[in-house]
């Protein structure tokens, strides 16, 4: 039984069923596997003329030219050239550039010994140029931005660790500061009680020393208070009996003056006034009272 086939897909350069061709907008065509594969890669671009295709791809009637007839049953010797074909059509576009390359020196190198025929040397050029223009090139890209991702993803790393550091710093940091604080309250507790033991030291001596005081103004004698009085007494008669001769011997010398400049005195020197206050100064210090008050301002 024999089945119609499209001689060669754009994209996996196989023989495609005439049931899986698909056909777009812009005329081109390819295999079903294909298409599916690149709609599920987002690449809704046709791979010959690089135009927008749809998702639901155009089925269209091919002519007799462009399908042949091929048997199911006979099976045909491969040749070193299907399996170069073969790992073609394996190629997709997230292959490696490595296996890229690998894949155009086998071309090259078929394409050398196929100098005897042209057909085959034709096709294998043309697998070339279409591998050459398209795959390695996307390829390439790719790679490019698989490294550029490694390198982003390095940064990220990166950025992490000194995130980490940066944390691991302001905790540090922060156990410092709260141990500053707390040294810091125990030495305003420290001074705080430092202080307190200074104003009741203040205190008690203070007290102290009105204890003392007290016990100086208790100790004082009151026998030796008319020796005192005595003492004080004479001081007082003393003063008085030399301002009475100095108020005197002035009168004297200004009576000798002439008649006409002659002066009254009298209001100046007045005896009896100076007696008189000499004896309120020996009844207060014979009182009892004014004892008394130098008793009281002792112990004050």
Not at 27 to 43: I, L, P, S
Request: contains cysteine.
């Amino acid at each position: 039984m024999s089945d119609l086939v499209l001689k060669e897909c754009p994209i996996c350069f196989g023989a495609i069923p005439l049931r899986e061709v698909v056909f777009f907008r812009c005329g081109h065509k390819t295999c079903e596997a294909c298409h599916a594969q690149r709609v599920q890669m987002k690449d809704l671009t046709c791979v010959v003329c690089r135009k927008e295709i749809e998702k639901k791809p155009l089925r269209i009637f091919l002519s007799s030219d462009e399908v042949e007839v091929v048997d199911e049953e006979p099976k045909q010797e491969r040749r070193p050239v299907d399996d170069v074909l073969d790992g073609l059509k394996k190629i997709v576009p997230g292959t490696p550039v490595a296996s890229l390359q690998r894949a155009s020196g086998r071309i090259k190198k078929m394409q050398r010994r196929s100098g005897d025929n042209p057909h085959m040397a034709a096709a294998l050029v043309q697998e070339l140029r279409k591998l050459d223009e398209r795959m390695i090139p996307l390829a390439a890209q790719l790679e490019e931005y698989q490294k550029g991702n490694e390198d982003l993803q390095d940064r990220i790393r990166k950025l992490e660790s000194d995130q980490r550091k940066f944390i691991d710093k302001m905790k540090k940091e922060k156990s410092a500061a709260q141990s500053v604080q707390q040294e810091g309250e125990k030495q305003r507790h420290r001074a705080e009680k430092y202080l307190k033991l200074l104003k009741e030291e203040q205190e008690q001596s203070k007290l102290k020393l009105d204890e003392e005081t007290r016990k100086a103004c208790f100790s004082f004698r009151p026998q030796n208070l008319p020796n005192l009085l005595t003492s004080s007494y004479n001081i007082q008669n003393a003063l008085l009996e030399r301002k009475i001769k100095a108020l005197v011997k002035d009168q004297k010398r200004r009576s000798k003056s002439s008649s006409s400049n002659v002066a009254d005195f009298s209001p100046l020197v007045d005896p009896s006034r100076e007696l008189s206050l000499k004896r309120k100064v020996d009844d207060w210090y014979s009182s009892p009272d004014s004892k008394l008050r130098v008793l009281k301002k002792k112990k004050v």
